[in-house]
């Protein structure tokens, strides 16, 4: 393909990763280029890229979840700009990280995929190819989803150019639509181990397509494809693994799991705040200070669950325990550490009351039995409080990891579970139901519904698609492209979220901020001066 050019941050990002790795792995007498083309330099280098997973979705969550109508502030404001949408310009520092990090990753993959046609032989360099065109695929994805049309880079640049253009967002579609259909042949038909294999790329592409059925420049076929992908990543697996169970500390690896950002204590235990991740950080109320190091998580009080949010659940959906910790124990991490059956003996410091049992003979029969602990009532938790104390909001416990160490920052070795089978059904389910088969999009999503253990519904439409995604996916990173795909950011965000006006979003000559800005930096310096910002944006 042609060379685009790429700006001159971006390669600075990119020779300061890739030298991470030369630092430990080339030999004092052998130059990167030669080391690249051994089968251990190219390993290397192929690891290179995986560990971008980590610098896209390891840190502060912003770009994914803020600014939805399922997250807003606690007692700790989140960044404004890109929270209220009123103030989101150009220079917003939380929009650079994914624009940085995503490029990086490109051209580490763009490195690796022409290294795969030099260096030597094995076995495994077809695999590794079509890890690469994934992982540069998803790259570009989060990217057109995020800014629009970007760059499309495809070659090993190894010198700094100041001058890039922007390719349309149809063209950048059809690029990664490409990489992903050429990926499925290479990559491994086997089970998940922590690498990309073609259940990994059927979900993507479903996804993926799915994503651009919605657009103007859409092909007619994108959502019965996309239906058919996520069908085929579907393999017929049912969705047999208990809520509470899949997201248990100890069973990452389940075979529900389909594409991870993996972690490990032993990885981390160099420098854990700046290599473990943040997920279990953020969703929920801050629970002590230092003092109860040990006996608590760190929290951030400021992506906090909305009362939209809370209210979807109903009693008996195992998802409302699987999610929240509901029930906090004197020593949090003994929900973990002491038996189930022994929960029982054991004392509560506070309790978050459902709404089916927000009725006052519950809240007497529960303080009655549970003295000492602070009560909780419904309605009084969500997202918004203007407290001062500690657990006023419910926080979640699907991403804890009771060998987090305590700290401000993220520590945890939990994975980061990307692509899972209870999205690949409702990603189905809403394939179908755009492509007009709504029988089998009923029967998709009642999938879901019923390993929650909830009545299966009767009728579809988009909001009760995005009110599924709601119930099964808290937490997880894909709120904010849920609502930008289907047309729903401004209303749901205004309709559900105290913090945002629908007015937040007029932007430039009456443009809507529905795609992110640009970050200046970029711009800043880029020597072509037709390279354009986006619409909304001055």
């Known amino acids: 393909m042609k060379n685009i050019f790429i700006s001159l941050v971006v390669m600075g990002l ?24 051994t089968s251990a330099g190219y390993e290397s280098l ?63 993959a763009n490195m690796g995929l022409y290294y795969n046609e030099i260096t030597d032989y094995s076995d495994d360099l077809e695999q590794y190819k079509g890890e690469l065109k994934y992982l540069r695929a998803n790259a570009y994805f989060l990217l057109v989803q995020t800014y629009g049309g970007v760059s499309l880079v495809t070659d090993y640049i190894n010198s700094p150019i100041l001058s890039f253009s922007r390719n349309s967002e149809d063209e950048i579609y059809s690029f990664i639509i490409s990489e992903l259909e050429e990926s499925l042949d290479l990559v491994s038909e086997g089970a998940y181990t922590g690498r990309v294999n073609r259940r990994a790329v059927e979900h993507l592409l479903a996804k993926v397509l799915l994503t651009r059925g919605y657009e103007v420049y859409g092909n007619e076929n994108d959502f019965s494809q996309a239906a058919a992908y996520a069908d085929a990543a579907i393999a017929g697996e049912s969705l047999s693994i208990p809520f509470g169970e899949l997201w248990s500390p100890d069973n990452e690896m389940n075979s529900e799991t389909i594409f991870s950002v993996q972690y490990s204590q032993s990885i981390i235990s160099t420098d854990p705040e700046e290599l473990g991740n943040m ?18 998580p760190s929290r951030s009080y400021n992506l906090i669950a909305t009362d939209y949010t809370i209210d979807l659940y109903e009693e008996g959906d195992d998802r409302w325990e699987g999610t929240f910790m509901t029930e906090i124990f004197e020593n949090y991490y003994d929900f973990y550490n002491v038996q189930e059956k022994d929960h029982d003996e054991l004392s509560v410091s506070d309790y ?57 920052k993220g520590t945890s070795t939990r994975d980061i579970v990307l692509s899972r089978l209870g999205e690949t059904y409702l990603i189905a389910s809403e394939a179908y139901y755009k492509s007009g088969n709504l029988g089998t999009a ?14 299966a519904l009767s ?65 800043d310096l880029n020597q072509n001066p037709e390279f354009s910002q986006n619409p909304a944006y001055n």
């Not at 700009?81 to 990753?105: D, K, Q, V, W």
């Not at 006052?360 to 407290?387: E, L, M, R």
Request: hydrophobic share 35%; charged share 20%; aromatic share 12%.
């Open 459 to 523: 009728e579809i439409d988009i909001d009760v698609i995005l009110d599924e995604r709601a119930r099964e996916l808290f937490g997880e990173y894909h709120r904010w492209f849920d609502l930008k795909r289907t047309g729903t950011l401004v209303e749901r965000t205004a309709k559900y979220n105290s913090q945002v006006n629908e007015s937040y979003f007029s932007g430039n000559a009456g443009n809507l901020k529905i795609l992110r800005p640009i970050p200046q930096s970029a711009i």
């Open 352 to 408: 978050y009351a459902p709404k089916w049992k927000s009725s006052v003979k519950d809240s007497i029969s529960y303080v009655i039995a549970h003295p000492g602990a602070v009560y909780h009532k419904y309605g009084t938790y969500g997202a918004n409080i203007n407290v001062n104390a500690d657990a006023e909001s419910i926080s979640a416990r699907k991403f804890d990891d009771p060998d987090q160490q305590f700290s401000n």
């Open 46 to 108: 192929i690891n290179a890229n995986y560990s971008m997973l980590s610098d896209i979705y390891g840190k502060e969550p912003w770009t994914f979840c803020a600014g939805t109508d399922m997250y807003s502030d606690g007692r700790t404001q989140q960044p404004v700009g890109i929270s209220r949408y009123l103030t989101l310009s150009a220079g917003t520092p939380e929009i650079e990280p994914l624009y940085e990090n995503a490029f990086s990753a490109i051209q580490i």
């Open 14 to 37: 990119l020779f300061t990763s890739c030298s991470d790795f030369l630092e430990e792995d080339v030999r004092s007498n052998v130059v990167a280029e030669e080391y690249y083309e």
């Open 279 to 296: 997920q279990s950080y953020f969703f929920g109320s801050y629970l002590g200070g230092p003092e109860v190091a040990g006996s608590a």
């Open 442 to 455: 009923l029967a998709r999503l009642n999938e879901v519904r019923n390993r929650a253990n909830v009545a």
